[in-house]
């Protein structure tokens, strides 16, 4: 049974990446979720609510550190938990 009422509230902007400084660790110990233009996205890396952006992998592009490259696409973003 989900108690809404003892989830931590969802940030404005928040990363995957555990080296950015917009990874928030308690968020992460439950399921969460992102709707770009109402449909729901499962490959976010990073998000900005305010701003109205999220970041998604390049298919199989890697930069010179082995990480995958990041294309930001704009829209209405909404983050939930499931």
């Known amino acids: 049974m989900n108690d809404t009422t003892s ?5 404005d902007r928040l990363s995957v990446n555990p080296r950015s ?8 110990e439950h399921d969460i979720g992102i709707r770009l233009n109402g449909k729901e996205r499962f490959d976010v890396e990073e998000y900005c609510i305010s701003e109205g952006w999220v970041k998604i992998p390049a298919h199989k592009a890697l930069d010179r550190r082995g990480q ?15």
């Not at 989830?7 to 940030?11: E, F, G, I, K, V």
């Not at 400084?21 to 992460?28: A, D, L, N």
């Not at 995958?68 to 499931?82: D, H, N, Q, S």
């Open 68 to 82: 995958p490259l990041i294309t930001t696409v704009k829209g209405k973003v909404e983050a939930f938990y499931r």
């Open 7 to 11: 989830l931590p509230a969802l940030p």
């Open 21 to 28: 400084p917009h990874h928030v660790e308690e968020v992460f």
